[in-house]
Nanobody, 118 residues
Framework: QVQLVESGGGLVQPGGSLRLSCAAS????????MGWYRQAPGSERELVAR??????NYADSVKGRFTISRDNAKKTVYLQMNTLKPEDTAVYYC?????????????WGQGTQVTVSS
């Protein structure tokens, strides 16, 4: 079983910054991918950023403002969010793709609320 614990959400004014963290624990042979998705009210869940090996991908809406990074030793992924806009308001979910018992699985965090408002 794999658990993901997220932290770092909250309320911030437009133009501000937040840093999200997601720590994975449990029995994993390897982690293939770590990333962040978000879901705003009335909208579908969408990819924000993901990291797989040396590659990173970002949604066009966050390029140049958000940075994803990983600490593989700590099995932790971070999302540094700068120049936040009201449209970034959403619940942010951590996602991990890992091999457990020889089988590849996807795991989701519980979500953390990010609200950008003055």
């Amino acid at each position: 079983q794999v658990q993901l614990v997220e932290s770092g959400g909250g309320l911030v004014q437009p133009g501000g910054s937040l840093r999200l963290s997601c720590a994975a624990s449990g029995s994993m042979f390897s982690i293939n991918l770590m990333g962040w998705y978000r879901q705003a009210p009335g909208s579908e869940r969408e990819l924000v950023a993901r990291s797989s090996g040396p590659s990173t991908n970002y949604a066009d809406s966050v390029k140049g403002r958000f940075t994803i990074s990983r600490d593989n030793a700590k099995k932790t992924v971070y999302l540094q969010m700068n120049t936040l806009k009201p449209e970034d308001t959403a619940v942010y979910y951590c996602y991990v793709n890992a091999v457990v018992g020889g089988i590849e699985y996807g795991f989701w965090g519980q979500g953390t609320q990010v609200t950008v408002s003055s």
